[in-house]
């Protein structure tokens, strides 16, 4: 069991930036695949940016650029860095964990946390 609990989201101005952080307990997620999804209201979750256990990374084509994953193996966490804000960014952001293992997966999202782009 992995549980993650995201933080740093919040209201910022267009062209602002923020910090998103998932702390994860229960099980070291440098054997994880570590993903950052988003949901606006009305719309399906999508996938932001994805950090895998050897060191690659992917984004959206929407944030290449602007945003940034990274993971800190020793502090459990891993980040999300967005820059260059737009209102569409606007959404609830969510981390996943996951692991394919012999006959299943390993799934595990956090609570979210609400980012709001807005003047």
């Known amino acids: 069991q992995v549980q993650l609990v995201e933080s740093g989201g919040g209201l910022v101005q267009p062209g602002g930036s923020l910090r998103l952080s998932c702390a994860a307990s229960?099980?070291?997620?440098?054997?994880?695949?570590m993903d950052w999804y988003r949901q606006a209201p009305g719309n399906q979750r999508e996938l932001v940016a994805s950090?895998?256990?050897?060191?690659?990374?992917n984004y959206a084509d929407s944030v290449k650029g602007r945003f940034t994953i990274s993971r800190d193996n020793a502090k459990n966490t891993v980040y999300l860095q967005m820059n260059s804000l737009k209102p569409e960014d606007t959404a609830v952001y969510y981390c996943?964990?996951?692991?394919?293992?012999?006959?299943?997966?390993?799934?595990?999202w956090g609570q979210g946390t609400q980012v709001t782009v807005s003047s």
């Open positions: 950090s895998t256990s050897g060191g690659s990374t």
């Open positions: 996943n964990a996951h692991k394919a293992v012999t006959g299943g997966l390993f799934d595990y």
């Open positions: 229960g099980s070291r997620i440098s054997i994880y695949t």
